[in-house]
């Protein structure tokens, strides 16, 4: 069965920096796509950074701040976040997909204060 873990949430303060992780476990197969989404208090589900083979594409609020970086030998991604906003408030989910099936992780609060 397909786990993934986060880890790196927590409360900073504005204009500070967080550095999330996500390591799968327990897939037979390699993860062709990894990103990470968030979800707001009181809004929907948001992609915020995706890598896709050789591509990466970032929500237009986090460009410039955010970066996301994979290991691929480890299954893992990551998500350098820094010149963090208040708006960048909320619970951060890590995805990927193996052979068209997306797994998601339990999600990881981050919380930045003004």
């Known amino acids: 069965q397909v786990q993934l873990v986060e880890s790196g949430g927590g409360l900073v303060q504005a204009g500070g920096s967080l550095r999330l992780s996500c390591a799968a476990s327990?897939?037979?197969?390699?993860?062709?796509?990894m990103g990470w989404h968030r979800q707001a208090p009181g809004k929907q589900r948001e992609p915020v950074a995706v890598s896709s083979g050789g591509s990466t594409n970032y929500a237009e609020s986090v460009k410039g701040r955010f970066t996301i970086s994979r290991d691929n030998a480890k299954n893992t991604v990551y998500l350098q976040m820094n010149s963090l906003k208040p708006e960048d408030t909320g619970v951060y989910y890590c995805?990927?997909?193996?052979?068209?099936?997306?797994?998601w992780g339990q999600g990881t609060q981050v919380t930045v204060s003004s």
């Open positions: 995805m990927m997909v193996a052979r068209g099936k997306p797994y």
């Open positions: 327990g897939s037979a197969f390699s993860f062709y796509v």
